[in-house]
């Protein structure tokens, strides 16, 4: 089955529109990258235009931005919560914003790993 991120062939009504046309490869989406906590890992993929894309396959690393507004690059101890999908807690899958903790204690995560190769995250009030 191909990724496509194209118009739907089922319409509103429940019928199916009849393709003018094939698939194109710009219409193509990616495989998801589900990042894991463990050693660091990226793989670069081509995108669009010929630029590329850092995609963080595991990460053990978070750079956190304290209260004061600096920031500290910390350890990733264990994923604690997850709104995007209760199971990633168990495999460890960090996204944004998924709670994450850290010795400095819980953060939130506000980049997207699988996207932008690191981990970026905002402590919490506790």
Known sequence: MVRSQGRSRRKSTGGFRHAARKKR???LG???VLTKVGDYGVKESRTRGGSS???ALSVNEV???TKDGGGERTEILDVVENPADPHF????VV?????IDT???RCRVTSRPSQEGCVNAVLLDE
């Open 25 to 27: 490869k710009y219409e």
């Open 30 to 32: 990616g495989h998801p």
């Open 53 to 55: 894309k850092t995609r």
């Open 63 to 65: 750079s956190v931005q």
């Open 89 to 92: 807690v168990r495999r460890n």
């Open 95 to 99: 996204t944004k914003g998924c709670v």
């Open 103 to 105: 010795p400095l204690g």
